[in-house]
Structures are given as C-alpha cells and as structure tokens.
C-alpha cells in the first residue's frame, strides 16, 4: 500500500486533456513539494515535472502540474499516443524515516 | 551529461550472496546522493535507502533495514546494493537514482536498472 494515493488508471483520446491526481496527507504533500515521474514501458522512469509545478529542460509544456493542500495533480493536454506510459508522483514524508514517497502509480492508457 | 550505469541483469539462487553497482558520471559524483529503489514486476516504485558519497552518510527506510547494505565508493564514483542471502521475494528491478542535497530537490537522473532473479 503506497503512502501516496493515484487512481490505478486514467485514459484519453488523441488530442483530449487528462489529469491524473495524488492524495496524500499534511505530513507529505501537506509539507512539502510533489514531483512526476514518466515510465514508459521497459524503461527507467524519468523526471517530468519537479516542485510542484516546474519542467524539466526538454519536457514539452502539454505537461503541467499542480498542488493544494495534501494533494498534487499531473495534467497532459493535446494527448498523444506517446504518452502512453505509467505515471507516479512523489515527495517526502516528514513523520516517516524516508527520503522519498511514492504514490501507487497511474497507467495512462491513449484510446 | 548526467549518467547512471548499473551493473548488468542476475540470477541468482535463494540464499546466494549478491552486489550490483551503479556508476555516476558527467556531475560531481560527492555533491549529490544517490538513492536505491525496488519495482517488482507489475509494481510501483519503492524506496530502499539513500547514500552520500562525499562521506558516506546512509540512511534506510524502514521495510529494508537490515535486509540491504548500501555502500560507495567514490574513488571510483560508484555505489553498490548488497543483499547477504537473498530470496524468492527479492526478485525485481533495482533502479539507482540522483538526488540533490536540499530536501526539496527532486530525483532527476536514474540508471538504466539491474534486474533481479532469484529462483531455485
């Protein structure tokens, strides 16, 4: 059980704008800033949105992210069939003896 | 350019003795830590423990302490996952990963991964 709640799917048409969120708690979200992570499949994960809301060099900007309170939201607009990929959020927990919490994952799914 | 290279894939038998590396390169390899973290097959990312290379600092989370040693050796700008006898259960990818020092930074550089079989 992830300390960080995502919906275990999301899916979208070509073009369409998906969101997927992040829920946690004031010892995490709460406190703290949310980054995204892109597995596409059989790869290592990569870096895709970072302190909330801030891309990394060479992300295209469809990417976005967000956060209130105790949770974090990912969007991609203009939806393309190469965003077809897992996505997890993470942070750090301030009341647990780690560095990084990760949510449970989401799988995007392109129709 | 940032890199990561991980030791290649293992199989291995339940109770055999196991270490893979990870190789940094293309930043100061003592400013930053790195991090060790499990996927098991169909699973989400789990995080084992963290590393600083300049001294050597380690720290576990709680479901894989005393289950994993992590340790670097930065002549060689390379940290290592040990495992003293390994089980079924520790079948998964292993993935290293960079983190800057301020608590807010995010992990932003990750090997390529080692896969873990461990089988009879």
């Known amino acids: 059980q992830s300390v960080l709640t995502q919906p275990p799917s999301a899916s979208g048409t070509p073009g369409q704008r998906v969101t997927i969120s992040c829920s946690g708690s004031s010892s995490n979200i709460g406190s703290n800033t949310v980054n995204w992570y892109q597995q596409l499949p059989g790869t290592a994960p990569k870096l895709l949105i970072y302190k909330n809301n801030q891309r990394p060099s060479g992300v295209p900007d469809r990417f976005s992210g967000s956060k209130s309170g105790t949770s974090a939201s990912l969007a991609i607009s203009g939806l393309q069939s190469e965003d077809e990929a897992d996505y997890y959020c993470a942070t750090w927990d301030d009341s647990l003896n780690v560095y990084v919490v990760f949510g449970g994952g989401t799988k995007l799914t392109v129709l | 350019e940032v890199q990561l290279v991980q030791s290649g894939a293992e199989v291995k038998k339940p109770g055999e003795s196991l270490k893979i590396s990870c190789e940094g390169s293309g930043y100061t390899f003592t400013n930053y830590w790195i991090g060790w973290v499990r996927q098991m097959p169909g699973k989400s990312l789990e995080w084992m423990g963290i590393?600083?290379?300049?001294?050597?600092?380690?720290r576990y989370s709680p479901p894989f302490q005393g289950q994993v040693t992590i340790s670097a050796d930065k002549s060689i700008r390379t940290t290592y996952l040990q495992w003293s006898s390994l089980k079924a259960s520790d079948s998964a990818m292993y993935y290293c990963?960079?983190?800057?020092?301020?608590?807010?930074?995010?992990?932003?550089?990750w090997g390529q991964g080692t896969l873990v079989t461990v089988s009879a």
């Open positions: 590393i600083f290379p300049g001294d050597s600092d380690t």
């Open positions: 990963a960079r983190k800057g020092v301020v608590s807010s930074d995010p992990i932003d550089s």
